[in-house]
């Protein structure tokens, strides 16, 4: 059994020694459309997000611009470091809503949770990663990593699923015909690679960039485009908050759905000019390359729906790369009423 359904099972287990995290009201203020002042109640939402990262532009953009204060919604955005982590805290109510991988909404259905987690909007359509390698290659094919040393990701989770996915596509057995070191933490892999580790590595933003920058590795490959439209995150929630919170999330959706039309609607400098208070560490020059990049690729779902072909597509990613145990209903682990 994997790991990551290992610390599933536990934390299901465990789920009667925990206490919810019940939401909160408190005082907001808006403006109204003629400068007036607009008071009214908020409603406590904690989000979990897997990671923090610049592939997540259009909920940043809806934090900073206000959105989910517009429709009521007192966020706390906490990050959860591993879809796991993310899964763990909304089980235990610790999270209203997780922002993760929907695989492991599949993973927490198909060893027995009671209470599902149920996908109720997408914000990603593509794989957020690169393929770095040390020298620019033009010409790049993935018949050229036969052989090689590959930093990868986890087993069971979707960068490392995606990354295998295309190689199968192309002929490619990862298990025989190259050598992926999955050992390594994804936030490690720029430097063990520009330390000297492996021929090529499976980078995320800025990663990918931040090793061009400084003449440690080129971008070679697209996961996200070569491995097509795939579900790769959404906001999910128990579906016992979500008969009991249905405003919350139309709101919560709402605001998600602002943040994307804002994303779609400016250039990648005035999106970075937005959201740099969330990453402080990267210069708005730096970002606007990557966003660009997310851009140029259709990273993003415009509309918030998580569609029944792309839900069947990743349970068939799950079942090749071993992780499907059942293939559980469309209607069971996604809702569309909200993004709709």
């Given amino acids: 059994m994997k790991i990551v359904k290992k610390k599933l099972i536990a934390v299901l287990l465990s789920l009667t020694m925990l206490v919810p995290v019940l939401a909160g009201c408190g005082c907001k203020t808006a403006t109204d459309e003629e400068g007036g002042t607009v008071t009214g109640e908020t409603t406590k939402v904690v989000l979990n997000e897997v990671a923090h990262s610049l592939f997540y532009a259009p ?16 966020l706390e955005l906490v990050t959860g470091f591993g879809a796991d982590k993310t899964m763990t805290a909304v089980l235990s109510g610790e999270a209203d809503i997780g922002f993760m991988g929907p695989e492991t909404t599949v993973y927490t259905c198909n060893e027995g949770a009671a209470d599902l987690v149920v996908n109720f909007a997408q914000l990603t359509q593509r794989a957020g990663n690169f393929l770095v390698g040390r020298e620019a290659d033009d010409t790049f094919s993935w018949e050229k990593l036969k052989g090689k040393n590959v930093l990868g990701g986890r087993d069971g989770g979707m960068p490392e ?90 709101g919560f959706v709402a605001a998600l759905k ?17 959201i740099a208070p969330q990453f402080k560490d990267t210069d708005e020059a730096t970002m606007a390359i990557i966003l660009k990049r997310y851009a140029d690729q259709d990273t993003w779902k415009q509309d918030l729906v998580f569609e029944e072909d792309a839900y069947q597509l990743l349970l068939d990613i799950l079942d090749e790369a071993g992780q499907l145990s059942a293939r559980p209903d469309y209607e069971k682990l996604v809702t569309t009423a909200y993004a709709k």
Avoid: R
């Fill in 59 to 74: 909920m940043y953009v809806a934090i900073e611009n206000g959105y989910f204060k517009e429709e009521g919604i007192d």
């Fill in 161 to 250: 699923m995606v990354f295998e996915y295309i190689l199968k596509k192309n002929g490619i057995d990862p298990a025989a015909d190259l050598n992926i070191d999955k050992s390594i933490d994804f936030g490690s892999t720029a430097a063990a690679f520009s330390g000297g580790q492996g021929d090529y590595s499976v980078e995320f933003e800025p990663g990918a960039t931040a090793l061009e920058q400084e003449g440690a590795g080129y971008v070679v490959a697209s996961l996200g485009v070569d491995s097509g439209y795939v579900p790769y995150t959404a906001f999910s929630a128990k579906d016992s908050y979500l008969k009991e919170n249905p405003e919350v999330i139309k």
């Fill in 258 to 274: 602002k943040g994307m039309d804002y994303v779609y609607s400016h250039t990648p400098e005035e999106v970075a000019a937005v």
